[in-house]
């Protein structure tokens, strides 16, 4: 036993050094451990802000119900967006002008032909031909771009613009 005390003595030193850095370092430790801490009570306290409670499950369960509300109200506006989408292809959005000359004895360009499609090139021709003695307004139906009724040169130039322009807007 005494040879440990004596042991112990010469060794005294470097012991009491050892043990201050063993101190040291359990300082460092202990100060990352509570910045360790601080942070997770910060993240705790932000995921639990809003709720009474201290029970994680229940706030886990409310979110995944707003969730599943959320996916419900989702779907509901696709199926909106979607009829409105099948309504506004038939809503007459190509439309086009032309103004005319339809007799030479006429000062101005007095006549005129309105195209009015929607997507499918489903819709109507207005066409008015204005004379000096009289005037006649006449309406042409479209269906795929195409009349069953015969159509003047001014008619067929700008459907033909309308239905270009339209597919050229496609691409």
Do not use: W
Request: glycine content about 6%; some cysteine; aromatic content about 8%.
């Amino acid at each position: 036993m005494e040879d440990i005390f004596t042991l112990l003595n010469q060794f005294n030193v470097y012991i009491t050094i050892g043990l201050c850095i063993l101190v040291f370092v359990l300082i460092i430790l202990n100060i990352s451990s509570l910045h360790s801490t601080k942070k997770l009570k910060k993240n705790y306290k932000k995921l639990m802000r809003g709720t009474s409670s201290e029970n994680l499950e229940e706030l886990i369960n409310g979110y995944l119900n707003k969730v599943e509300q959320i996916s419900e109200d989702a779907k509901e506006v696709k199926d909106i967006y979607g009829g409105i989408q099948a309504q506004v292809k038939t809503c007459i959005k190509n439309v086009a002008m032309v103004r005319y000359k339809a007799f030479d004895n006429v000062g101005s360009d007095l006549s005129f032909s309105l195209v009015m499609l929607d997507d499918n090139y489903d819709g109507i021709i207005i066409t008015s031909i204005y004379g000096r003695g009289e005037s006649v307004v006449y309406a042409k139906p479209i269906n795929k771009g195409l009349s069953r009724y015969d159509l003047s040169d001014e008619e067929k130039n700008i459907l033909k613009e309308v239905c270009e322009k339209e597919k050229d807007n496609d691409k």
